[in-house]
């Protein structure tokens, strides 16, 4: 049996909250990681993590957040959804949907090319090939054209964190975002700066926090946030739409 060896485990990182959220460690060793996401997966995930080639290559704690999120919330609605995630690093968000939802099509996990080769050994690691497709999108570049043009469903976990890339993912989501698409978007903020972000996104789109997550308290305060971005609703049809919650910042 292949063993896998990691620096920070070499058994399940149970998703505890608490502790799971705390700052990445610094110069972290490569290796591989199993999760489950606290049993929520019945076959753990792999994940190789290296950080040769950029900061995407390590999990982080807005990815395990949004993963375990859609997981619990969505295990069998997205059989008919066209899948996209942004910013995916490893792939730790679109492979934990792979594995334990029901989907219909194969999820496109997108990061720029530094984590093509990674994204691909996650891929082939957790023989998700026929599920998951790896591919180049770079925010502010035209979206290739074998990814879906408006997705129902976007994932981006951790893509807020460097301050000239704004209004690049901003652009990238107003490219992608068609009328019957959400976004979930889970990010930590770190610094003053990374709330630029949320200004740039709330003049553009429709954000509105997550309010049905039960782990919400905890992961809040640890400053990560889960919420949905949508294209703006006219006027008038945002005051015909019952017990739509509102921007909740
Ligand atoms: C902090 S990592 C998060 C990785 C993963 N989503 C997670 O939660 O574990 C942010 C990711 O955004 C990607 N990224 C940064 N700037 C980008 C850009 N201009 N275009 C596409 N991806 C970008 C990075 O390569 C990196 O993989």
Redesign the pocket.
């Known amino acids: 049996m292949e063993r896998f060896v990691s620096p920070s485990s070499d058994t399940d990182v149970s998703f505890n909250v608490s502790t799971s959220l705390a700052p990445p460690r610094i110069n972290k060793l490569p290796g591989t990681t199993s999760i489950t996401f606290d049993g929520s997966l019945k076959e753990p995930l792999f994940l190789k993590e290296d950080l040769k080639n950029?900061?995407?290559?390590?999990?982080?704690?807005?990815?395990?957040v949004?993963?375990k999120y859609i997981l619990h919330r969505y295990p069998s609605e997205l059989s008919d959804k066209s899948i996209v995630?942004?910013?995916?690093?490893?792939?730790?968000?679109g492979l934990a949907v792979a594995r334990g939802c029901k989907i219909g099509a194969p999820i496109h996990i997108?990061?720029?090319q530094?984590?093509f080769s990674l994204m691909n050994d996650n891929i082939k690691l957790n023989h998700l090939e026929s599920m998951v497709t790896a591919s180049?999108?770079?925010?502010?570049?035209p979206i290739p054209e074998h990814i879906p043009s408006k997705p129902e469903v976007i994932?981006?976990?951790?893509?807020v964190?460097?301050e000239p890339?704004f209004p690049?993912?901003i652009a990238?989501l107003q490219d992608l975002l068609g009328p019957d698409s959400v976004c979930y978007f889970?990010y930590k903020r770190r610094r003053r700066a990374d709330l630029r972000f949320m200004k740039m996104a709330k003049k553009t789109f429709d954000v509105v926090e997550v309010r049905d997550d039960p782990d919400a308290q905890s992961y809040n305060r640890e400053n990560i946030s889960l919420l949905t971005i949508r294209v703006k609703s006219p006027r008038h049809m945002r005051r015909v739409q019952p017990g739509r919650e509102q921007d909740g910042t």
């Open positions: 950029g900061c995407g290559g390590q999990l982080w704690p807005a990815g395990m949004l993963a995630e942004l910013g995916a690093g490893g792939g730790l968000v997108t990061d720029q530094p984590m180049i999108l770079n925010w502010g570049e994932l981006a976990a951790d893509c964190y460097f890339a690049l993912l990238t889970c």
